[in-house]
Antibody, heavy 118, light 107 residues
Framework: VQLQESGPGLLKPSETLSLTCTVSGDSISNYYWSWIRQPPGKGLEWIAYTGYSGSTNYNPSLKSRVTISADTSKNQFSLSLTSVTAADTAVYYC?????????????WGQGILVTVSS | DIQMTQSPSSLSASVGDRVTITCRASEGVSTSLAWYQQKPGKAPKLMVYAASRLDSGVPSRFSASASGTDYTLTISSLQPEDFATYYCQQYFSPHFTFGPGTKLDIK
């Protein structure tokens, strides 16, 4: 399984962050597929997942600004984060779970650094 | 949400040392606990899942266990490639949460 993030690396405050994860080697119709971020020098924060029949789940601290969606025809899933601030500057990873019963993250993309700066 | 804490936050050790990192969940997560290793500039690597199961290819010097809401990751004999930051993660709750990390560096 391979995952690859894509999207703009530089945003201005108040803009919307939009990232796409392209998956190869497995179908995104299986399991739950997540976005995770890591601010520079800090720890990991799970953002959201999508999977199984379009089900979604969001980190409560980000829920009001986040939308995750999937395009099964392209085997991609996407993240939208509105009204970004400098606090949203981070490396954003997409990740897949180890199995249906173990929703820890087995495969990760390489990560994409998104910087929010005026 | 379930909060995860880790101790210590940082640890200095030497090659060949035995080290143990602890993770504590604010409430029960059963065996839905994973450990990751992360090196600078790289994505995290899954080391342990289901609290005590080593992922494929993880050296046997790594072991993990659980007791109540406390989870431990032990490296029996540190190798140079083991110096990294380690994170725990619970996936019992659908709002997945990570511990703050333990940075393991060379003494």
């Amino acid at each position: 399984v391979q995952l690859q993030e894509s999207g703009p690396g530089l945003l201005k405050p108040s803009e919307t962050l939009s990232l796409t994860c392209t998956v190869s080697g497995d179908s995104i119709s299986n399991y739950y597929w997540s976005w995770i971020r890591q601010p520079p020098g800090k720890g990991l924060e799970w953002i959201a997942y999508t999977g199984y029949s379009g089900s979604t789940n969001y980190n409560p601290s980000l829920k009001s600004r986040v939308t995750i969606s999937a395009d099964t025809s392209k085997n991609q899933f996407s993240l939208s984060l509105t009204s970004v601030t400098a606090a949203d500057t981070a490396v954003y990873y997409c990740a897949s779970p180890k199995s249906q019963s173990n929703n820890c993250f087995d495969y990760w993309g390489q990560g994409i650094l998104v910087t929010v700066s005026s | 949400d379930i909060q995860m804490t880790q101790s210590p936050s940082s640890l200095s050790a030497s090659v060949g040392d035995r080290v143990t990192i602890t993770c504590r969940a604010s409430e029960g997560v059963s065996t839905s606990l994973a450990w990751y290793q992360q090196k600078p500039g790289k994505a995290p690597k899954l080391m342990v899942y289901a609290a005590s199961r080593l992922d494929s290819g993880v050296p046997s010097r790594f072991s993990a266990s659980a007791s109540g809401t406390d989870y431990t990751l032990t490296i029996s004999s540190l190798q140079p490639e083991d110096f990294a930051t380690y994170y725990c993660q619970q996936y019992f709750s659908p709002h997945f949460t990570f511990g703050p990390g333990t940075k393991l560096d060379i003494k």
